[in-house]
């Protein structure tokens, strides 16, 4: 994969997951639209933190589009997220509460394709 359409899958994927970040600033708010119910102050404040990793995560891949440099190992750690988020996703897919998250499985299963065709192909000699 080229460095010109690596930017702009980076850009995209950086963009929609940062989106998944605005949970951290009304949980609540963005859970309901999912179709996830968390009433609980402890799951509030785990699907909380989750956002701001998430956040964390899309910025790093916004980042990864000028750094060449850092690109391969920010891949490697947000590819290990996504796969465990997929993973953990696919083992409970017909669970009627997390109905709501399939479509960030898709898009992270998606990314997970495109970051392994990309670091495959740049692989270190």
């Known amino acids: 994969m080229q460095e010109k359409l690596i930017r702009p899958i980076l850009y995209v994927s950086g963009i929609v997951t940062l989106l998944g970040g605005l949970q ?16 609980e102050t402890t799951g509030l404040f ?38 465990g988020l997929v993973g953990m996703l696919l083992m409970q897919w017909s669970e009627p509460a997390l109905q ?3 479509p960030a499985a898709a898009f992270d299963a998606t ?7 990309y670091l495959l192909r740049r692989a270190p000699a």
């Not at 190992?73 to 290990?80: E, K, M, N, S």
């Open 46 to 83: 785990y699907a909380q933190h989750w956002a701001l990793l998430v956040l964390v995560i899309g910025a790093m891949l916004l980042y990864a589009v000028r750094h060449v440099e850092l690109r391969r190992p920010i891949l490697l750690a947000v590819g290990a997220e996504k796969l």
């Open 111 to 117: 990314c997970l394709v495109l970051y392994a065709i």
């Open 100 to 102: 709501g998250l399939h």
């Open 24 to 39: 951290f600033f009304a949980p609540s708010a963005v859970l309901r639209l999912s179709g996830v119910a968390v009433t």
